[in-house]
């Protein structure tokens, strides 16, 4: 380990501290003495138990992959149970940590009649979570369970069905309105934890039976739809609490379209579907269950345990740091950090706006120092955060769910992935060195970066993200790989000042389990959708008007396709956004004809941009509320940044060989072809090109240039190339003035 105190070159300013500190949300509760300890024991049960669970490991309660319950000694802990359990735990830890309705200033604010009538609706959950362990011992008993019973029938429907959902409904009802000062548990809370343990509880015994397979049939115990219904609604509730309303809001359509649809005309109109038959479906691998849950509860919170890991040994600090000692000496330095540290960070984070709140607290008020327009800095920080989820080998969790949902390999996906991020992180980059160069802007001094040496020689803080690199391309199943990564950031913070002993790596497991809760609630919610899309058959319908409009235009039906994927993922996360446009877009695509993978990766693309689309764009959201600058300014700057992110798609559409498809020096000239296409639109959009301004004609000419560029054809290149040399000697020769020229002061 180097010592700052033997090493005068250690010596140097701290420009990036904090940047893995743990956000704490606006709805989150902080707890402090015995409920913390209570809170962070669960946290860290979960996160165990899942990294055990993964990893084959027996643990406490489990024996040979068995669970023991008093009414079935030998339950199996096989998938649908594990993911029932997994919505469950983020269930209980979401409502037990964020508060429904807004928290109270003071002991007077505080609403405590409406926590007095909780209390009934808490003895109506118990009785429901009593009948679901009754029915338990009975099928254990031997009773044959199921829908035809009419006995069985009205048990279900008035000892378990009815006071669940009583329960759930007054909870949520009372959740909104019952204001506590920000350190008190709230008793609707509790229990709509009750509700949740007892929807689990119930389809845990009614799954473990041969039940699971009359989903969907009269022979389904009406039970399943009734917990179906409660847990749908517990679901949608957290999402809205830890992600706002847009996710929620559009599933509520996506449900209402269910039992509305047969009255719909055209491609909407759907058969009609009983409320019992959907809802017996919608929890099972069909819907909530289904592709979404399945990487939430396998990749995803694995990578959140080992990003929080990475965040307890300060590797987080270091990357940013490494950023600076690599770009801030450039003109415009901290908008060139925000990109590499953006970029690294992001692939990890998962989320574009927590990206930005993580690095963007940083970079941006540099930016602002150095000259940039506040809105400028934020839409910066805002595009580099949001290509963070298209950079390999993490991409936040889109490489994971694509490969779920398509079966392709994830190593195949990584790779793929490599030159359309280049190109992403390229175009960002001109960008904003085109808007220094107008600018005038300067470098930040040495004395105010980390010195390169020293972190060159730190960069074994790299060593986790190379282990899990290695370990995926030498063979290793993606589970086991983030294992061992997670393990070696544990070995590599023994080399820094950060050691992770037992009290940290609690600590981590703890920050895992409270950070996977917004993105399984999301994962969850977007299952609801899914399981609309594939009960109702109305991705068929949409795929077959895509085919109506290639047939007109198939460059039409790609745009068409562009505008459905970013609509739906506007205000959404992007896991969330791509298995929803996955389920509805993509499938359209492959039946024109498109590959599988390009297909997938067209929408993935359009699903992170949404996150810099105007006008709900959440990135360019949380880096205006860093900045000062309004909101809506900032995403319209954003996505003028971002803007080849909206022609890599239809790049790779065209030319496969972005997509590492075909023989190695096609892939190569294709990459070198498309970097100059990017530079030119980058010159284009910024009026900007070696080292004057350009005139609106020269930029239209420069515009097409880089279009032809980037379409791949050798013949397009060289006219490309052709038009670009062409706009050179026209500046050079003729001086063509778009108006008072800019005087550039100190650019590199």
Known sequence: MIDPKADPEMIQPILAEGVDEEPVESTRRLFAGRQLWIIAAFAVVYSVFHLAALNGISISGMTGGVIDLPFLPEFPLETWNFRIVHIAGALILGFLLFSGARFADSEKEQTRLLGLLSYP???????????????????????????????????????????????????????????????????????????????????????????????????????????AVAGTALIMELTRRVAGLALVVIAIIFLIYVFVGQHLPGFLNSPAIAWERFFSQVYTDAGILGPTTAVSSTYIILFIIFAAFLQASKVGDYFVNFAFAMAGRARGGPAKVAIFASGLMGMINGTSAGNVVATGSLTIPL??????????????????????????????AGAFIMAEVTGIPYTDIAVAAIIPAVLYFVSIYFMVDFEAAKLGM????????????????????????????????????????????????????????????????????????IMS?????????????????????????????????????????????????????????????????????????????????????????????????????LASYAAAGISGANPMETSVASFKIGIA???????????????????WFAILRSAAT??????LLSAAVQGWFFGNSLVWFL????????????EGGLLTDVIGVATAIGVILIQRIVHPKPGATIEVRGAD
Not at 367 to 373: A, H, I, N, R, S
Not at 544 to 566: H, K, P, R, V, Y
Not at 574 to 583: D, E, F, K, N, W
């Open 121 to 227: 609706l808490l003895a109506i959950a118990l009785f429901a979570l009593g009948a679901a362990i009754y029915f338990g011992l009975e099928i254990s008993g031997g009773v044959l369970w199921n829908g035809l019973d009419k006995g069985i029938r009205f048990n279900e429907i008035w000892l378990f069905g009815t006071p669940l959902w009583i329960a759930t409904a007054g909870a949520i009802v009372l959740s909104w309105f019952h204001v506590r000062v920000r350190s008190s548990l709230t008793a609707p809370d509790v229990v709509l934890v009750v509700c949740g343990i007892t929807v689990a509880v119930y389809l845990i015994i009614i799954f473990g039976t041969l039940m699971r397979n009359s989903t969907g049939t009269p022979f389904a115990p009406i039970g399943i739809s009734m917990a």
């Open 367 to 396: 930016m602002k120092k150095v000259g940039y327009d506040k809105k400028v800095a934020g839409a910066i920080e805002a595009a580099a955060s949001t290509g963070g989820q298209i950079m390999p080998p993490i991409m936040g």
């Open 442 to 513: 300067r470098g930040m001094r040495e004395d105010e970066l980390p010195k390169l040496a020293v972190m060159v020689r730190q960069v074994y803080l790299f060593f986790p993200i190379i282990i899990l690199i290695a370990a995926l391309f030498m063979g290793y199943s993606v589970i086991r790989a983030g294992t061992l990564a997670t393990a070696s950031a544990a070995v590599v913070s023994w080399l820094t000042p950060y050691r992770m002993g037992i009290r940290s790596i609690t600590k981590a497991f703890e920050i895992a389990g």
């Open 517 to 617: 809760i917004q993105i399984i609630a999301v994962c969850a919610c977007a299952g609801i959708i899914v399981g609309v899309i594939s009960l109702t058959g109305v991705g068929a319908r949409f795929s077959n008007l895509l085919l109506g409009l290639a047939e007109t235009s198939q460059l039409l039906a790609m745009f068409f396709a562009m505008c459905i994927a970013i609509l739906l993922g506007m205000g959404m996360p992007t896991t969330a956004a791509y298995a929803v446009a996955a389920s509805v877009v993509a499938p359209g695509l492959v039946n024109l004809g498109v590959p599988l993978l390009t297909a997938h990766f067209f929408v993935f693309y359009f699903a992170v941009v949404s996150a810099i689309t105007p006008p709900v764009a």
């Open 645 to 663: 992110a909206f022609i890599v798609p239809f790049m790779f559409f065209y030319n496969s060989t972005l997509l590492m498809e075909g023989e």
């Open 674 to 679: 498309a970097v100059v296409g990017v530079y």
């Open 699 to 710: 930029r239209i000419a420069l515009t097409v240039a880089a279009f032809t560029m980037i």
